[in-house]
T-cell receptor, first 120, second 115 residues
Framework: DSGVTQTPKHLITATGQRVTLRCSPR?????VYWYQQSLDQGLQFLIQ???????AKGNILERFSAQQFPDLHSELNLSSLELGDSALYFC???????????????????FGPGTRLTVL | GESVGLHLPTLSVQEGDNSIINCAYS??????FIWYKQESGKGPQFIID?????DKRQGQRVTVLLNKTVKHLSLQIAATQPGDSAVYFC??????????????FGTGTKLQVIP
């Protein structure tokens, strides 16, 4: 158990709908990361927040948005869903920001179990 | 029906041997790199990271080598064990002070450990 929780575990919805995925980071971790993993696209980084502020952006579609709340939990909102959005969505957390590892420390990311989204 | 997915290169290694997984990255401006492991049916796991001001970093049974000249990253696993069987991803990141960072993943390499 990584200490990162994600809800829901499974989500089945229809095209055109909007869903919200939730992530609670490990206690003490200030950074939250979102990733998408699909069969045809592989693993993709979507977005990262650090202490409530957006800090890094990857291949995140404009139909997707995220935020990190004062209690540090994060939500990923996916709207106008398409069949191709069906994927596993992972959240990860770490103490520091991306890339802040030093010679004797890692910025280790801890991953949640994922939310499997199926768009029908 | 059968799903069509990414075709991953596969590395087969005898248990006890050392494994070397390679990754070519695309952007010469990338200055931070991460290796992840993903076992079948599980989420990714962080293995090790390295900044571009280093060319080698060691962890527990793993070593990452970075060659910026040829934009190549490798992950060496010593004394490979059955539990090392997984897909390994490298990721490159461009760090910008005060601005957005960009993370790009490789397609992954499947490591099969032969007992």
């Amino acid at each position: 158990d990584s200490g990162v929780t994600q809800t829901p575990k499974h989500l089945i919805t229809a095209t055109g709908q909007r869903v919200t995925l939730r992530c609670s980071p490990r206690s003490g971790d200030l950074s939250v990361y979102w990733y998408q993993q699909s069969l045809d696209q592989g693993l993709q980084f979507l977005i990262q927040y650090y202490n409530g502020e957006e800090r890094a952006k990857g291949n995140i579609l404009e139909r997707f948005s995220a935020q990190q709340f004062p209690d540090l939990h994060s939500e990923l909102n996916l709207s106008s869903l398409e069949l191709g959005d069906s994927a596993l969505y992972f959240c990860a957390s770490s103490v520091s920001e991306l890339g802040t590892s030093g010679r004797h420390s890692y910025n280790e990311q801890f991953f949640g179990p994922g939310t499997r989204l199926t768009v029908l | 029906g059968e799903s069509v997915g990414l075709h991953l290169p596969t590395l087969s290694v005898q248990e006890g041997d050392n494994s070397i997984i390679n990754c070519a990255y695309s952007n010469s401006a990338s200055d931070y790199f991460i290796w992840y492991k993903q076992e079948s049916g599980k989420g990714p796991q962080f293995i090790i990271d390295i900044r571009s001001n280093m060319d080698k970093r060691q962890g527990q049974r793993v070593t990452v080598l970075l060659n910026k000249t040829v934009k190549h990253l490798s992950l060496q696993i010593a004394a490979t064990q059955p539990g090392d069987s997984a897909v390994y991803f490298c990721a490159e990141n461009i760090l910008h002070s005060g601005g957005y960072q960009k993370v790009t993943f490789g397609t992954g390499t499947k490591l099969q450990v032969i007992p």
